[in-house]
């Protein structure tokens, strides 16, 4: 039995999406969940859904980092928050093999340092989304908004990561890796990317180059590597491109209904991110998952079931070895 702690605050719909997500995912998914926050609320939930109380755990808490407040908060004067409790749940515990969280991305970047742990070579985690693009494959973009301000070698660490996560996630053996730039040519870019770009050409990896704008949805490589401000940029401007296609879509639905939902709904499986899961924490000793904050039940599933094919990846063993 998998064994993963959920922090159920942080989403825009309030913690009873988040708590019934996870009654959904028992009935799926073979885990055990131990679910921080308040007990009531949780108890009277998991028994609308027909869940038993032998089928999960509860740590009770009624407080929470919000999205307004400062990452470092966490450092310290907030054991008692959901977030603080699951990082210490999941660092001492030896049979919790993940966390899945809704909350404050700072406060889960900083969290992942000081309250469980990185992995010895590194001294910040990133984040990386798998993102759809051509030919229904999944694009995967490390970072996409957890360091703001990188160095060259900060880039070739994302690589690394992004190529172990591409392997596990997306059963990549030799994924295609790629440098965020202004254009294909070697010689263009920032004085960072060019940087990056020399120390990336000596690795043992299959890297393809530079990669520009719209190479996040033409499938020319399998992991984009950028700094986490450009990456966060990227990330929610393909989201945004999503939705509003699919209300263009909708203005031409009124003489042919059946087709344009068609359409529709091909769109909506391709950018609807609630059902992808969410953005994985890289380089912490444990796996640790982000979800977007309009996450709904179906997020909170499809977070655990990705949660549950890394594990079943040897996805932390496959990352220390990466970053040796």
Known sequence: MNKIVVDIYGADLGPEVVING????IKKLNI?????????????????????????????????????EPAACIFGGRDDSSLALAYKRLKEDESCVALVSAGNTGAMLVGSICR??????????????????????????????????????????????????AQCYCGIERARVGLMSVGREAQKGSALTLKAYKL??????????NLEGSDIVSGYADVIVTDGFSGNILLKSTEAAGKKAAEIVEMFGIENR?????????????????????????????????????ANEDTVTASVEQVLRLINADFAEQMAEALK
């Open 258 to 294: 059946e087709l344009i939902d068609k359409i529709k709904n091909k769109l909506m499986l391709a950018f609807d991110f609630n059902s992808r899961g969410a953005a994985t924490f890289l380089g912490t000793k444990k796996t640790v998952v982000k979800m977007h904050g309009c």
């Open 32 to 68: 055990f969940p131990v679910m921080v926050g308040e007990s009531d609320l949780i108890n009277s939930l998991m028994q609308q859904n027909g869940i038993e109380s032998r089928q999960y755990e509860v740590i009770h808490t009624t407080d929470y980092i919000t999205n307004n």
């Open 22 to 25: 996870v009654a959904q995912s």
């Open 200 to 209: 990336l050409s000596e690795l043992d990896l299959n890297f393809v180059g």
């Open 116 to 165: 469980l742990g990185l992995l010895n070579t590194i001294k910040f985690p990133a984040l990386c989304s798998a993102l759809p693009c051509a030919n229904d494959n999944l694009v995967c973009l490390v970072d996409c908004g957890a360091v703001i301000d990188c160095t060259e070698n900060d880039l070739v660490r994302f690589a690394k990561m992004g190529n172990v996560f």
